[in-house]
T-cell receptor, first 118, second 115 residues
Framework: EPEVTQTPSHQVTQMGQEVILRCVPISNHLYFYWYRQILGQKVEFLVS????????KSEIFDDQFSVERPDGSNFTLKIRSTKLEDSAMYFC????????????????FGPGTRLTVL | AQKITQTQPGMFVQEKEAVTLDCTYDTSDQSYGLFWYKQPSSGEMIFLIY??????QNATEGRYSLNFQKARKSANLVISASQLGDSAMYFCAMSSQGGSEKLVFGKGTKLTVNP
């Protein structure tokens, strides 16, 4: 069964460093998302991406964050200068496009990358 | 704005019994979707079941069913014949069809299945 994959599973970094989290969405999906979950808290939306551009972003997704689809399979989240409060589990998700171009509601999540900022 | 409320921080159930996890929602959208995800201790988010706001039948997927009561704005998850492997966090979420693409999540319910 197709699944979303994410690498690395765990990333430890120093405050102020740049990190890139990588995701490979399900191959026929066209909508991509990043969410984060601070330990013990609810899952929060960061950004959605479609047709090679950001389609929606939350207040959390400030200038320190960027996303990119560098090739036909990968989808990345970059945090330019990490802060302690960026420590969280980051989930990539994808959803497919229905006939007629509408977005199918169901989003499939990857296993997550646990980011620890020291 | 959309909001999901899960009022049960923790639930306990005996193996082989059924359990209901509560979820209420608030939205001004006419068309929306409701979801349940399972998060085991390993951390991944596993999609379980989906209900569209215009679906007349309650969704079912194997041992999972979604008890959708539109007038009450509730979307409770029923797990039948609980198994030890069902022990996990369960999150209710909603989407806006045709509007915002994001999923809005509740705070989750931790389910423990006792042998």
């Amino acid at each position: 069964e197709p699944e979303v994959t994410q690498t690395p599973s765990h990333q430890v970094t120093q405050m102020g460093q740049e990190v890139i989290l990588r995701c490979v969405p399900i191959s026929n999906h066209l909508y991509f998302y990043w969410y984060r979950q601070i330990l013990g808290q609810k899952v929060e939306f960061l950004v959605s991406f479609y047709n090679n551009e950001i389609s929606e972003k939350s207040e959390i997704f400030d200038d320190q964050f960027s996303v990119e689809r560098p090739d036909g399979s990968n989808f990345t989240l970059k945090i330019r200068s990490t802060k302690l409060e960026d420590s969280a589990m980051y989930f990539c998700a994808s959803s497919e496009e229905a006939a007629g171009g509408a977005r199918v509601d169901t989003q499939y999540f990857g296993p997550g990358t646990r980011l620890t900022v020291l | 704005a959309q909001k999901i409320t899960q009022t049960q921080p923790g639930m306990f159930v005996q193996e082989k019994e059924a359990v209901t996890l509560d979820c209420t929602y608030d939205t001004s959208d006419q068309s929306y979707g409701l979801f349940w995800y399972k998060q085991p201790s390993s951390g991944e988010m596993i999609f379980l079941i989906y209900q569209g706001s215009y679906d007349e039948q309650n969704a079912t997927e194997g041992r999972y069913s979604l008890n959708f009561q539109k007038a009450r704005k509730s979307a409770n998850l029923v797990i039948s014949a609980s198994q030890l492997g069902d022990s996990a966090m369960y999150f209710c979420a909603m989407s806006s069809q045709g509007g915002s693409e994001k999923l809005v999540f509740g705070k989750g319910t931790k389910l423990t299945v006792n042998p």
